[in-house]
């Protein structure tokens, strides 16, 4: 029996999570989430092993399959097999804080929107928490570019920290977007295009070794990767020309078969 009216499921894309899943779990709050589910891209630690021993389910990925592949994973299974309402993302490696989630979810609950991010730029000093100061910079740069293509305003477009409504997802062809990080940016891209409501709540970030984070190299290759998506955002909207992430979704796309759903652990 769901604890709200609409079913909330935090889904936990994982990868050499080992050394902060714990904490992560703690710090979700009782009574928001109904359940929890992990989806291990293929780690090389205890990721999977400490899962286990958690109230929580768990699907491994026999092979990496990148941010994106793990998150579509993720509300694939949330929704076709958790039968979720509300999907909330919660990196367990502990970079944002999980007692936030009741901030994510209210409006959700309420059918205000379709979408809630968290933003480290409402949150507060990213820089004094920890945020390198070209990150900094390259995420305030990208998020006017992306502001300007999308004629909405948000502060932030790159947090992790988010939740979805289930009409927000199946309304959109998620399973076309990237395997990598711009998996991201092609969802909000393709929330605007479809004209899903989006709000932001202010976050936090912590930065220490364990957390996730990307080089400077890769950094670039995302930041290039979302000017790519605003060029044929342009496009779409222009009627030029609709790339894959813009068309409607195969009927079967979330009924996906064993082999690409991965191995549910038990």
């Known amino acids: 029996m769901p604890l709200h009216e609409k079913k909330v499921v935090a889904v936990l894309p994982a990868y050499n999570a080992e050394k902060t ?156 977007n990237s395997d990598d990080f711009v998996f991201d940016t092609e969802i909000i891209a393709q929330g605007v295009a479809r004209g899903m409501r989006i709000r932001e709540v202010p976050i936090s970030t912590r930065y220490f070794d364990e957390a996730s984070q990307i080089g400077f190299w890769r950094a670039v290759r995302y930041g290039l990767a979302i000017l790519k998506t605003m060029f044929f955002y342009k496009l779409h909207k222009k009627g030029i020309y609709s790339h894959r992430i813009f068309r409607g979704r195969d009927p079967q796309a979330l009924r996906a078969v064993s082999g690409q759903r991965g191995e549910a652990a038990p």
């Open 21 to 176: 899943l714990r904490a992560t779990y703690d710090d979700i709050p009782s009574g928001w989430v109904d359940e929890i589910l992990l989806v291990d891209d293929s780690s090389s630690d205890r990721t999977v092993e400490l899962a286990r021993q958690l109230p929580m389910r768990v699907v491994v990925h026999p092979k990496n399959r990148g941010y994106g592949g793990n998150q579509k994973t993720c509300y694939r299974t949330a929704i076709n097999e958790m039968a979720g309402e509300i999907m909330v993302m919660v990196h367990p490696d502990h970079q944002y804080d999980p007692k936030i989630i009741p901030e994510l979810v209210r409006p959700l609950l309420r059918g205000e929107c379709d979408a809630v991010f968290g933003s480290r730029m409402l949150g507060g000093r990213p820089i004094e928490g920890g945020m390198p100061k070209w990150k900094y910079w390259a995420n305030l740069f990208l998020t006017m570019v992306e502001n300007a293509t999308f004629y909405i305003f948000l502060s932030e477009y790159h947090s992790g920290f988010r939740a979805y409504s289930r009409r927000y997802l199946e309304s959109i062809n998620f399973e076309a």
